[in-house]
């Protein structure tokens, strides 16, 4: 386990993610249903999707090394100006119409049952995903599957127990086109290095 891969993962998922539908759509389920059974939901399906997404990273390090490389850049790069468009979209505006669609997927259920509602939401719509595609990447980029797992899926929880828990009130005071470029910064960074290190 490396603790510094760890660390980048979490903080590349952690700023992508906050101004994601992720956060919104956590946020509008737990309006709905008792916020703790909401995170433990969504926190089993990030679990599945992180998993499939650092296998598949792991697979496509067998790949020549400077192949991963430019593949993984171009990711990053892509997901810098995905990012970019999204802060631009979202700049002066609420955003939290954009996860009105998972308050009418949420069906009326009691008790546990909602954590199965909450994962198969969340589950069903964050597939091919920017943090599935970056964890994809950084595995791809560092060889260090375990690492980035612990460190994407923590940053995940991280933001649904945010959104859980100070969803509006961080609404309120946090910019999400702000949180956009900052993301998109981020991916341009790692984009940069991962092309030096092709090129050097």
Do not use: N
Request: net charge neutral; aromatic share 10%.
């Amino acid at each position: 386990m490396d603790i510094t891969v760890v660390a980048l993962a979490f903080a590349a998922i952690f700023v992508v993610e906050l101004p994601d539908k992720t956060f919104l759509a956590t946020l509008v389920l737990s309006t709905k249903y008792r916020p703790f059974f909401v995170w433990l939901g969504v926190g089993a399906a990030f679990a599945v999707q992180t998993l499939i997404a650092v296998a598949v990273g792991g697979v496509a390090t067998l790949l020549p090394a400077t192949l991963i490389h430019v593949v993984a850049a171009v990711l990053f790069l892509a997901g810098a100006v995905l990012l970019l468009v999204e802060g631009r979209r979202h700049h002066g505006i609420a955003s939290e119409e954009d996860a009105s669609e998972f308050a009418e997927k949420a069906k009326d259920v009691r008790g546990f049952r909602q954590v199965l509602a909450s994962f198969m939401v969340l589950f069903a719509a964050e597939w091919g995903d920017l943090s599935q595609l970056l964890s994809v990447s950084l595995v791809a980029r560092y060889h260090e599957p375990a690492s980035v797992f612990v460190g994407s899926w923590a940053a995940l929880l991280t933001v649904s127990g945010l959104a859980v828990l100070l969803g509006r009130t961080l609404l309120r005071f946090i910019k999400l086109h702000v949180l956009h470029y900052l993301g998109a910064l981020v991916c341009l960074v790692l984009g940069i290095l991962t092309l030096v290190e092709v090129f050097a």
